[in-house]
């Protein structure tokens, strides 16, 4: 029987999952939807067990395919900050309080007089913010394990709950430097005994239960290992394993990653770092990007006015696209404005002026790293919608001076995948 590695993304709107074999061939992928998340202002959240329910459906649809048997180790990634409180047998205590739900903006600024600036948990949307909430509210009830999304899943599967990974728990306040969770917790009143127990992703914690075992046709000795989260995922999934090797998201904002040996942390220009094993993964996010560009033209337009473009003859127009004014990075400024002056008359002109600007911004974001103390770019792998645009890409390759490549592969649920058959990051 073929070896198996199972990645299982949970997403925004379902649950994918991926099988692959031992050379990272995908051999199947399967889905599940998932409902909408319960919005009330800015408190978002989800019945934990839709989570599960769609994740036994992906599962048993690969099982259509391939024989689930074969499968010899699973990892699980989530959307990271997602938080849930479960009782010793793993029964949610608690709604799932989802990444995007906001609604801790006391606790958040009881953090900030506390907690170092280069902890991961400074948000509204943190998990940390979300735990110190349900603490003050006294919703802890039987709670005995504080896990993400993500941990949970894995928990089910592995009828063994209270285990987390490196990346899950940045946002719950955890040190990825010390590779501890810290002492100011505890000025907080975070119950230490809430907290799970944190691992390398990737790394096996138990094998699979035997009643899931059971449901699911999977081996008895099949081994369920600490995830990650869907960002990290995803950049495992692109295949960068030198460091160097940098991601660019070209989506609705500008989003930059780079594989390094050392941790950075520059809380203001919004620069982070998750630990994949031994290296790092440094980067920040910038203003700029797809919603620049579709203040100007619709998706239609940029389609029409693509082949006009020319890529090896520079527009000269020094443009800093963003859709409102305020920048985070690499230009940490809340009122920085927009520079789309002086707007040429042709529109095609105009539209590779902005992708121009964009590649600008993306550009300096690297130089900041290095900066930083990050290493050299070596080359950049691109996701995104953007990331189809051929032209831009030639744009791009131009203004960065290295390599520039669209990525084969970014879904999670390959890069969980691929964390499975490693047993850890590369």
């Not at 709107?13 to 992928?29: K, M, T």
């Not at 889905?31 to 989570?51: C, E, H, T």
């Not at 620069?271 to 990007?289: E, I, T």
Request: proline share 7%.
């Amino acid at each position: 029987m073929a070896a198996l590695f199972l990645g299982i993304d949970i997403g925004t709107s379902g649950v994918r999952a991926c099988a692959i074999d031992e050379h990272a061939r995908i051999r199947c992928v399967a889905s599940a939807m998932l409902p909408p998340p319960r919005v009330n202002g800015d408190a978002i959240d989800q019945q934990p067990d839709l989570w599960w329910q769609a994740s036994l459906v992906a599962i048993r649809r690969l099982g259509e395919r391939v024989d689930l048997g074969g499968i010899e180790r699973v990892v699980v990634d989530g959307t990271s900050g997602t938080l849930i409180l479960i009782d010793a047998a793993g029964r949610p205590c608690t709604r799932g309080l989802m990444y995007n739900d906001a609604r801790a903006t006391k606790e958040a600024a009881r953090m900030a007089a506390i907690a170092p600036a280069e902890c991961g948990a400074h948000s509204a949307s943190s998990a940390l913010a979300k735990l110190l909430h349900l603490l003050g509210r006294g919703e802890v009830g039987a709670a005995r394990h504080a896990v993400a999304q993500a941990d949970w899943i894995a928990g089910r599967l592995a009828e063994r709950h209270g285990v987390s990974d490196e990346n899950n728990a940045l946002k719950l306040g955890y040190d990825p430097v010390a590779r501890a969770w810290p002492a100011w917790l505890d000025r907080l009143g975070v119950p230490r005994d809430l907290l799970p127990e944190v691992m390398v992703p990737g790394t096996p914690f138990a094998d699979v239960g035997p009643s899931v075992a059971r449901m699911l046709g999977l081996s008895p000795r099949a081994r369920i290992a600490a995830g990650t989260t869907d960002g990290v995922a995803a950049f495992i999934a692109t295949r960068a394993d030198t460091p160097g090797d940098a991601v660019t998201s070209l989506g609705t904002t500008l989003v930059v990653k780079l594989l390094a040996t050392q941790p950075i942390f520059a809380p203001h220009q919004g620069v982070y770092s998750h630990r994949l094993g031994d290296r790092w993964l440094v980067g920040g996010a910038s203003n700029s990007g797809g919603a620049a560009l579709s203040m100007h033209f619709t998706a239609a337009e940029m389609e029409r006015l693509t082949p006009q473009l020319r890529p090896a003859q520079p527009t000269g127009l020094d443009f800093y696209p963003l859709p409102k004014a305020g920048e985070r990075f690499p230009i940490a400024d809340p009122t920085l404005a927009a520079r789309i002056t002086p707007r040429p008359a042709e529109d095609h002109r105009f539209f590779q002026g902005l992708l121009e600007g964009i590649a600008s911004v993306e550009a300096l974001a690297y130089r900041s790293l290095a900066l930083l103390g990050a290493p050299a770019l070596r080359r950049v792998i691109s996701i995104g919608r953007g990331a189809r645009n051929d032209a831009w890409t030639e744009i791009r390759r131009r203004v960065l001076g290295v390599d520039v490549t669209v990525a084969e592969q970014t879904e999670a649920s390959y890069g969980a995948a691929l964390l499975a058959l490693q047993g850890g990051p590369p």
